[in-house]
């Protein structure tokens, strides 16, 4: 197998809002399969899109270049624009045509930089608004229903913009009591209580996301053994692929994660989650452990390997090309942007960010 077949199997983080010549030269010789950005990475509109142009010109194939551009805190082009309001702000709205116009505006938003896939909906059930989980704020819908109507009209409006979704975090982080960027959650409900409440909403969305993102928490109810979902061949091999019927990309969530950092060390995470099933693996942060995961990939039996490069190679078939870039766009959907916020919060309310904004919290930087 050449060199850089198995460098599809990673989706990175890239440091810095430039390429340095140690980053570009590492990308060039392992090919990533895909780039995730962060707000580390954004200065300015112009500079974004010089920056995923070079990215993509590292790349012999059309890379994946993705994004959490969700809304609220987790929106990473605030840093360059308009704060969106956030999932939870939306819904209390109750107005669709506002989430519409949210999922369009991002869309297009994201294609004028050169993204190709947006890492969401979030399709988490909120039990409980303030629960310290990592998902405040970032939730559709406190009911099956709800969440099933507003996030697949976000959903749709993205996809129609030509950008790919990804839904997390199956099989669902609501029952979580600790924030897994910092530990394991132990989600300990029934299999008959996930399937008439998270997973009712996830099996709603097989055919309707290009992507689905595995969360990193150990659920009893699918494994005696204490281990991640994101690394549990039971959960994605015996319940997203074969029960619920999914066969689209399956990605982990970020491996820098404290949930999966304390579960099992770098060495085991990388080839555990590709044998689990997942068809790629993410390295947000520790760049530099790229290659060391390549490796780590070379080690798999072909099969496993062949398995996940056909799905990355399927959910590429679909990558849209990036549209011509242009300030004075980008300056009026972000002015549309200002203008659903102030629709949906009111004028005062509006003028405020998030409450961490500005602060380092797990969900900005991750």
Known sequence: MERTELGQLLLVGVPGAELDLETATLFRRIQPGGFILFGRNIKSPKQLRQFIDDLRD????????????????????????????????????????????????????????????????????????????????????????????????FNRELVSAGVLTCGKHFPGYAGAGLDPHHDLPVISRTKADLESCELAIFRQFVDEVSAMMVGHAWYPAFDQEKVPASLSANVIQGLLKSELKYDGLVMTDDLDMGAAINSAGFDETIPKAITAGSDMVMICHRVNLAEQAYYLLTRLEPEITDRALASVTKLKSRLAPPTQFSEARFQELDRQVWNLRVATLGEERAAQRSPDDGKRSPVEMY
């Open 58 to 153: 590292l790349s012999s194939r059309e890379p994946i270049v993705g994004i959490d551009q969700e809304g609220g805190r987790v929106s990473r082009l605030k840093m360059i624009g308009n704060e969106p309001p956030n999932a939870q702000q939306l819904r209390l709205k109750g107005d669709e045509s506002l989430i519409r116009q949210h999922g369009r505006l991002t869309g297009e938003l994201l294609r004028i930089f050169g993204f190709n896939l947006d890492l969401c909906p979030v399709l988490d059930i909120s039990f409980d608004d303030e629960a310290d989980n990592s998902l405040r704020g970032r939730c559709w819908g406190t009911g099956v229903s709800q969440v099933v109507q507003f996030a697949g009209a």
